[in-house]
């Protein structure tokens, strides 16, 4: 993986988050979840068949996170939020 330039400043338009999916059955997923890891990507959701099988995202924010401003209403979306939360926190500890 290269941390180009891309990483470092907003995309023409206003681009502010980055978005990785990796696929759980790939033998490399480890590896690159913790690189990604260093590089300030968190959890950002869990996809069930996405590649056929089980994905999940990593993101990475070039702007503050405004948690505040979730409306959640299921308590399946509210516990999944919370993960996603303690792993953005843990991040940037």
Not at 3 to 23: A, D, I, S
Not at 37 to 60: I, K, N, T, V
């Amino acid at each position: 993986m290269s941390g180009g330039r891309g990483e470092k400043q907003p995309r023409p338009g206003g681009r502010l988050v980055f978005q990785v999916h990796v696929n759980l059955a790939s033998p490399w997923v480890g590896e690159a979840a913790a690189e990604l890891q260093q590089r300030r990507y968190f959890f950002g959701g869990a996809f069930p068949r996405w590649f056929d099988g089980a994905g999940f995202m990593l993101q990475r924010l070039l702007c503050p996170a405004d948690f505040e401003v979730m409306v959640l209403i299921h308590d399946d979306a509210k516990q999944l939020f919370e993960i996603i939360r303690k792993d953005w926190e843990q991040t940037f500890a």
